[in-house]
């Protein structure tokens, strides 16, 4: 395949979990520069604000230097046609993430034909994985450890520390 510059990969990362630091790492290899694209609009009531998915997000990529982390609003292909990149990122874990995610790129690419998007599977061990699980899991006192980086961990159970059995 023939590298391009610059790829956007974009979602609400509530948080970022070891499913989505494989697609970062197998975006890597792919492109030049990968904008992990974390967006402000949010339909599912988060339960990091903003700031702190950024945070999350750039703490568990620090050691990867084609990596950005950045905000978005409005339109994703907006965004990335004003980013200069002619490429999104998503992951498809399983069949059934395929028909929203197929919907989603037709509706992007008829919103902006210069945009095109690429799906990535992550390693299997992480196709069960959701960031709504990993909550759920986490604010029943479970543990997450493999599922998300140390730090991401970290931080959930400080969100729920004393929150078990309410
Ligand atoms: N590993 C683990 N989990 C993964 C994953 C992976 N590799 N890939 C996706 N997921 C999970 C996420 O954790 C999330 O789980 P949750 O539902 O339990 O929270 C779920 O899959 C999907 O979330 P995500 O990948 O973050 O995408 P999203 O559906 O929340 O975000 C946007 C979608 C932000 C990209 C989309 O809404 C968008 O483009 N918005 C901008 C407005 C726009 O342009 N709209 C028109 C679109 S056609």
Redesign the pocket.
């Known amino acids: 395949m023939e590298k391009h510059l610059l790829a956007v990969y ?5 948080p ?8 970062i790492e197998r975006a890597c290899r792919l492109f030049d520069r990968v904008v992990v ?3 402000t ?4 009531r988060p339960l990091f604000s903003l700031e702190e998915r950024l945070a999350m997000l750039r703490e568990v990529t620090a050691n990867m230097p084609q990596v950005a982390v950045e905000s ?8 990335a046609s004003r980013r200069g990149a002619r490429v ?1 990122i ?4 399983a069949v059934s ?1 395929f028909d ?1 995610e197929f ?6 690419r008829r ?1 902006c034909e210069d945009v095109e998007t690429v799906f ?1 599977v ?1 390693a299997e061990a ?2 069960y ?7 759920e899991v986490a604010a029943l006192g479970g543990s997450v450890a493999g599922l998300v980086p140390a730090a991401v961990e970290r931080r959930l159970l400080e969100k729920f520390r004393g929150r078990e059995g309410r």
């Open positions: 974009p979602g609400s990362f509530d970022v979990t070891n499913g989505h630091l494989d697609i694209a974390v967006s609009q949010v339909d599912k978005f609003g409005g339109l994703l292909v907006q965004y999104v998503r992951g498809i874990r993430d929203y919907q989603m790129s037709l509706m992007n919103l990535l992550p992480y196709t994985l959701s960031s709504s699980l990993v909550k």
